[in-house]
């Protein structure tokens, strides 16, 4: 990916060094959490919680999370620092992808169970209330979340600024100016093969949140509440995000300009979020699944750990296909003015023709541009 020259006269915006001070500072709660339990503290630890037991399997995640909230640190500095636009895009891209995807479900889910809390009397925090056996205690939450919600917001504002100067121009443009071309029929058979993976997870989700109990544990049915039916609520959402982000690239613009003057941006940014919380989450839950000891009632049941993989799978599709989608732009120089767009056919004089970054013979000598 190339380098655009920062432009001037916009409104001015929050300086970078604020949004990357709220971003560190929203890291230490956290962090100094997890130090004290790594240092064999229990605080905020109910007494018969079953974290008391897990011992090393304990301590491994929470070294863990340590390890990936610490990557949110240097994320921050690696978009507001100078060496920062020296990094090459994938190496952002990938750890930005993951943190994307982990932190929006929280932002948009832990709101919405504050509020069903304020209602019903519950918790609001995703624990199963805060008696002695809870898994933390309910500040913990609180704490926790608000935490990442904050890192969520000030990181992502960061990422956005980063990213329109730097790669701005792939992304510019209406969706309906998007072109037919050889390049999207891939795209299209991937959001083909996206749309039906997801009807399993998609369906689940809808099913859970709208109290349905199929494929679940005995021990979680018995204590399921508001809170977890709204998180399943969420995963839904962020599927069917991803499923029209990703069908709006593959089956925007062309003759018809489908899509009209929808911004490019907003299914690139549906598809980057939820294929981001479909992957990221999926491989979570998955993780914790096949670290729990056997025997444990509560494990997972096998469509659960199947609908952790397909989403996990459809994510990382989508993320392919928008992978392909930005380096084909930037080979093509898409929103500079010199060459031709996502997917559209140039023929050259010398008989050589171009599409979507690539090069065959074949076309008349001296056709024009066409597509």
């Not at 072109?179 to 999207?184: I, M, N, S, V, Y």
């Not at 380096?327 to 023709?353: C, H, I, L, N, S």
Request: glycine share 16%.
């Amino acid at each position: 990916m190339t380098t655009t020259p920062l432009r001037t006269g916009r409104t001015p915006r929050l300086p970078a060094a604020v949004l990357r001070a709220v971003t560190l500072a929203a890291c230490a709660p956290y962090l100094a959490l997890k130090a004290v339990w790594l240092g064999g503290g229990h605080l905020g630890i109910p007494a018969a919680s079953p974290l008391r037991r897990d011992g090393g399997t304990l301590m491994a995640f929470n070294g863990l999370t340590v390890l990936m909230d610490a990557a949110v640190i240097v994320l921050a500095f690696l978009l507001t620092r100078p060496w920062g636009r020296r990094v090459p895009g994938w190496l952002l891209a990938v750890p930005m992808w993951c943190a994307t995807g982990l932190l929006a479900p929280i932002a948009v889910v832990f709101p919405v169970q504050a509020v069903g809390a304020a209602f019903t009397g519950g918790t609001g925090t995703g624990a199963h209330g805060g008696g002695a056996d809870a898994l933390v205690a309910p500040w913990v939450w609180t704490v926790v979340y608000t935490g990442f919600i904050v890192q969520g917001l000030a990181l992502g504002a960061l990422f956005v600024r980063y990213a329109r100067e730097r790669w701005g121009h792939l992304w510019r443009g209406p969706l309906g100016a998007l072109p037919d071309g050889p390049a999207r029929s891939a795209a299209r058979l991937t959001a083909g093969a996206v749309a039906v993976l997801a009807l399993l997870p998609a369906s689940l989700y809808v099913w859970w949140a709208a109290g349905g109990t199929a494929g679940l544990p005995a021990v979680r049915i018995a204590a399921r509440t508001l809170d977890d039916r709204l998180t399943d609520a969420g995963f839904a959402l962020f599927t069917l995000v991803t499923v029209a982000g990703a069908g709006l690239l593959a089956y925007g613009g062309g003759a018809r300009r489908r899509g009209g003057r929808l911004p490019l941006l907003v299914p690139l940014a549906a598809a980057w979020t939820g294929s981001g919380a479909l992957a990221g989450w999926g491989g979570w839950l998955l993780l914790t699944a096949l670290a729990a000891p056997v025997g444990d009632p509560s494990l997972p049941t096998a469509l659960m750990n199947l609908t952790y993989a397909v989403q996990m799978i459809v994510g990382t599709l989508v993320a392919a296909a928008g992978a392909h989608f930005f380096t084909v732009r930037a080979a093509d120089g898409t929103g500079r003015g010199d060459g031709p767009a996502y997917g559209e056919v140039t023929v050259r004089a010398d008989g050589m023709t171009r599409t979507g970054g690539a090069e065959r013979t074949g076309g008349a000598p001296g056709a024009v541009r066409c597509g």
